[in-house]
């Protein structure tokens, strides 16, 4: 659905983006994570075809941004990073105003802004001023009003920054619910562990690069180098510790915060031969848990070495 | 819908008119333009009711209309040179500081058509405005001396001029990322129009040819210049004191053209008369004058026998093209200036 080919773009001497490629198949929710200032509103802003690429090309559902830019703009809904909102309007008003833009006929337009009012919980607020509404219920309206063309590829550039917890949560569900309806989602975020939940596919960038991609799970394998054990002993850290190092399965073994971690290579039959060789040696072994490698461990990996 | 409407009818032009109605500014800005416009109006009356207890044809109401008229639509143009810019310059650059821009571009509607929507809801103010000045106006048909068509077209001249300063403002705003240089400049060239071509009227004036046939003209850059049509609209006469160098003779002009001449009959009395312009007038010091201009029309130069106000009407509808166009070329998300040449996205491999 979208397809991104050897993105780059260069302002002055600085490169924003080098040599950017990623694919988001239909249907997918891809989460685009780096640090602030690696790329990810450059990279957005040329798929929404508000920007020109120094070279490469992107397109979304078929359509080169830099070719068919009305094209592009009839499949996708955008959301910045900041909320685009005028005084003096109603939030119902707000939504038929941006349906009005999309060229929708009159007598729809009532239609989806309640149908999209309801779908981000803002029905009691339809005659709100929209300068009035919270950042929360600002966010949520955005997201609605980036909809209003139900278009299948929605680009959200930090949608839940400065949100309190309830709201992300909330901005959550309705993603989850978006993806049902069988929308492509390109979320940009810096809030890892809500992107390790919500997406199924991700992108790392850092300083214009693209360091891996791929769904969820085989970025964090391919990027954290094996799996992780939690090992808890009673008072025998030391020796477990030295039970653990010659093992031709473990790579690594730390202390932390009263428990050891080890990483080993292997499965679940490894992790349970480890466990036997502890208690064999006599180790007493009173909790034992895989840790699961998160996006936050395979981010930092990917970029360390920049740091 | 058909196409035109389409295009003449856009959503911003909707929104902009409901953000803008529901705010306090609009009726006060329009109350302070009734009272400021009224307020002239009643001072100026009382001014010429006062002078012309000492002046034995100046109490005619004729005299109180013209002078009216030509006050009120000059103090008019004044106002709306201040308004229009600022409802202007900050159209789009506005849009861009509170990143509703972006908004807009990735809609269906072209970039014209939010240039066009913006100028329209601007434009609709100046021109509810201008219908507030109606009933002022028409108070000076109480004292007559004024006919209709001189009222349409300086209200012609108004609108045209502050639909000019209008797409300035627009064009300005388009190319400024901030408001402020935007005002600042719409401002410089709302001046540029207005004075700046009047000043170099007096600064560069047209040298007379004393062999010319007929009259000469003031440069033809000072017609784009509002102030110089009302003025002949609001006189019904010519321009004979600017723009050209010693235009101003020391004697003998008179408002309505031609040049006077005065003797002295053998009872005593002194008597003047109105001497229609020849091609060579001598002037009562006895030098030649070049001819003087009568009538409303451009007696000579780029736009010989035009009405002044024609002249303005043209000048300044050229400028709203080039501002239009400009406005459009630099508003796209994506700048494709003509100048520059766009490089096509290659892919590397």
Same mark, same amino acid.
């Given at each position: 659905?979208?397809?991104? %080919?050897?993105?780059?773009?260069?302002?002055?001497?600085?490169?924003?983006?080098?040599?950017?490629?990623?694919?988001?198949?239909?249907?997918?929710?891809?989460?685009?994570?780096?640090?602030?200032?690696?790329?990810?509103?450059?990279?957005?802003?040329?798929?929404?075809?508000?920007?020109?690429?120094?070279?490469?090309?992107?397109?979304?559902?078929?359509?080169?941004?830099?070719?068919?830019?009305?094209?592009?703009?009839?499949?996708?809904?955008?959301?910045?990073?900041?909320?685009?909102?005028?005084?003096?309007?109603?939030?119902?008003?707000?939504?038929?105003?941006?349906?009005?833009?999309?060229?929708?006929?009159?007598?729809?337009?009532?239609?989806?802004?309640?149908?999209?009012?309801?779908?981000?919980?803002?029905?009691?607020?339809?005659?709100?001023?929209?300068?009035?509404?919270?950042?929360?219920?600002?966010?949520?309206?955005?997201?609605?009003?980036?909809?209003?063309?139900?278009?299948?590829?929605?680009?959200?550039?930090?949608?839940?920054?400065?949100?309190?917890?309830?709201?992300?949560?909330?901005?959550?569900?309705?993603?989850?619910?978006?993806?049902?309806?069988?929308?492509?989602?390109?979320?940009?975020?810096?809030?890892?562990?809500?992107?390790?939940?919500?997406?199924?596919?991700?992108?790392?960038?850092?300083?214009?690069?693209?360091?891996?991609?791929?769904?969820?799970?085989?970025?964090?394998?391919?990027?954290?180098?094996?799996?992780?054990?939690?090992?808890?002993?009673?008072?025998?850290?030391?020796?477990?510790?030295?039970?653990?190092?010659?093992?031709?399965?473990?790579?690594?073994?730390?202390?932390?915060?009263?428990?050891?971690?080890? %990483?080993?290579?292997?499965?679940?039959?490894?992790?349970?031969?480890?466990?036997?060789?502890?208690?064999?040696?006599?180790?007493?072994?009173?909790?034992?848990?895989?840790? %699961?490698?998160?996006?936050?461990?395979?981010?930092?990996?990917?970029?360390?070495? %920049?740091? | 819908?058909?196409?035109?409407?389409?295009?003449?009818?856009?959503?911003?032009?909707?929104?902009?008119?409901?953000?803008?109605?529901?705010?306090?500014?609009?009726?006060?800005?329009?109350?302070?333009?009734?009272?400021?416009?009224?307020?002239?109006? +009643?001072?100026?009356?009382?001014?010429?009711?006062?002078?012309?207890?000492?002046?034995?044809?100046?109490?005619?109401?004729?005299?109180?209309?013209?002078?009216?008229?030509?006050?009120?639509?000059?103090?008019?143009?004044?106002?709306?040179?201040?308004?229009?810019?600022?409802?202007?310059?900050?159209?789009?650059?506005?849009?861009?500081?509170?990143?509703?821009?972006?908004?807009?571009?990735?809609?269906?509607?072209?970039?014209?058509?939010?240039?066009?929507?913006?100028?329209?809801?601007?434009?609709?103010?100046?021109?509810?405005?201008?219908?507030?000045?109606?009933?002022?106006?028409?108070?000076?048909?109480?004292?007559?001396?004024?006919?209709?068509?001189?009222?349409?077209?300086?209200?012609?001249?108004?609108?045209?001029?502050?639909?000019?300063?209008?797409?300035?403002?627009?064009?300005?705003?388009?190319?400024?990322?901030?408001?402020?240089?935007?005002?600042?400049?719409?401002?410089?060239?709302?001046?540029?129009?207005?004075?700046?071509?009047?000043?170099?009227?007096?600064?560069?004036?047209?040298?007379?040819?004393?062999?010319?046939?007929?009259?000469?003209?003031?440069?033809?850059?000072?017609?784009?210049?509002?102030?110089?049509?009302?003025?002949?609209?609001?006189?019904?006469?010519?321009?004979?004191?600017?723009?050209?160098?010693?235009?101003?003779?020391?004697?003998?002009?008179?408002?309505?053209?031609?040049?006077?001449?005065?003797?002295?009959?053998?009872?005593?009395?002194?008597?003047?008369?109105?001497?229609?312009?020849?091609?060579?007038?001598?002037?009562?010091?006895?030098?030649?004058?070049?001819?003087?201009?009568?009538?409303?029309?451009?007696?000579?130069?780029?736009?010989?026998? +035009?009405?002044?106000?024609?002249?303005?009407?043209?000048?300044?509808?050229?400028?709203?093209?080039?501002?239009?166009?400009?406005?459009?070329?630099?508003?796209?998300?994506?700048?494709?200036?003509?100048?520059?040449?766009?490089?096509?996205?290659?892919?590397?491999?």
């Amino acid at each position: 659905m979208i397809s991104v %080919e050897q993105l780059t773009k260069v302002y002055g001497r600085r490169t924003a983006l080098d040599a950017v490629s990623f694919e988001v198949p239909k249907g997918e929710i891809f989460g685009f994570v780096g640090p602030n200032g690696a790329g990810k509103t450059t990279t957005l802003r040329i798929l929404a075809a508000l920007l020109e690429p120094t070279s490469g090309r992107a397109f979304v559902d078929g359509a080169d941004v830099s070719l068919q830019p009305a094209r592009v703009h009839e499949r996708l809904g955008y959301m910045p990073d900041f909320f685009g909102v005028y005084d003096q309007l109603t939030a119902a008003e707000y939504l038929d105003f941006y349906a009005a833009c999309y060229r929708l006929p009159r007598a729809r337009r009532k239609k989806i802004a309640d149908d999209l009012l309801e779908l981000v919980g803002l029905s009691d607020r339809r005659d709100q001023a929209v300068d009035t509404l919270s950042r929360g219920l600002k966010q949520r309206l955005c997201l609605a009003r980036a909809l209003v063309h139900d278009p299948a590829v929605l680009l959200l550039d930090e949608p839940a920054s400065g949100l309190d917890p309830r709201a992300r949560v909330e901005m959550r569900e309705i993603l989850k619910e978006l993806q049902k309806m069988g929308k492509t989602i390109v979320i940009s975020s810096h809030i890892l562990p809500e992107l390790t939940e919500l997406c199924t596919m991700v992108g790392i960038i850092d300083q214009g690069r693209m360091r891996a991609t791929g769904p969820v799970q085989d970025v964090i394998r391919q990027l954290t180098s094996g799996r992780r054990l939690r090992i808890t002993v009673l008072g025998q850290k030391e020796e477990a510790a030295a039970v653990l190092k010659p093992l031709p399965m473990i790579h690594a073994v730390s202390t932390l915060n009263g428990a050891i971690e080890a %990483e080993y290579e292997g499965d679940d039959a490894t992790a349970a031969a480890i466990l036997q060789t502890l208690t064999a040696a006599g180790i007493k072994v009173s909790g034992f848990s895989q840790l %699961e490698g998160g996006l936050e461990d395979a981010f930092m990996r990917a970029t360390e070495d %920049e740091q | 819908m058909n196409p035109i409407a389409v295009a003449l009818w856009n959503p911003i032009v909707a929104k902009e008119y409901r953000s803008r109605m529901r705010t306090w500014r609009s009726p006060l800005a329009m109350t302070v333009y009734v009272l400021l416009l009224g307020g002239l109006g +009643w001072a100026i009356f009382s001014a010429m009711a006062y002078s012309s207890r000492n002046s034995y044809n100046g109490g005619q109401a004729a005299n109180y209309g013209q002078g009216l008229f030509l006050y009120l639509v000059l103090f008019q143009m004044v106002l709306l040179a201040f308004i229009t810019p600022a409802l202007t310059a900050g159209a789009i650059s506005s849009e861009r500081e509170r990143q509703t821009i972006d908004l807009l571009f990735v809609t269906k509607l072209p970039a014209f058509s939010i240039l066009w929507g913006k100028l329209l809801a601007s434009m609709s103010f100046v021109l509810l405005l201008l219908l507030l000045s109606v009933p002022i106006f028409s108070l000076v048909f109480l004292f007559g001396g004024i006919e209709l068509d001189q009222v349409a077209a300086a209200f012609l001249v108004t609108a045209i001029s502050a639909l000019t300063l209008g797409l300035i403002g627009i064009a300005c705003s388009t190319a400024f990322r901030r408001t402020l240089p935007a005002t600042v400049t719409a401002y410089g060239a709302a001046f540029l129009v207005l004075g700046g071509t009047l000043l170099f009227g007096l600064l560069f004036p047209t040298d007379p040819d004393p062999k010319a046939t007929v009259a000469p003209a003031p440069p033809a850059v000072t017609y784009l210049s509002p102030i110089i049509p009302l003025i002949t609209i609001g006189t019904n006469g010519p321009i004979t004191n600017f723009g050209v160098r010693n235009g101003n003779p020391l004697y003998g002009t008179s408002g309505a053209g031609g040049t006077v001449a005065c003797s002295v009959t053998p009872g005593g009395v002194k008597s003047c008369y109105s001497v229609p312009s020849g091609p060579m007038v001598k002037g009562l010091i006895g030098q030649p004058y070049p001819v003087q201009a009568s009538g409303t029309m451009i007696p000579s130069g780029l736009f010989s026998g +035009w009405q002044y106000w024609q002249a303005t009407v043209t000048l300044q509808l050229a400028i709203c093209v080039v501002a239009l166009i400009l406005g459009a070329m630099l508003l796209s998300p994506i700048r494709h200036l003509p100048w520059r040449k766009r490089a096509p996205a290659d892919v590397k491999t």
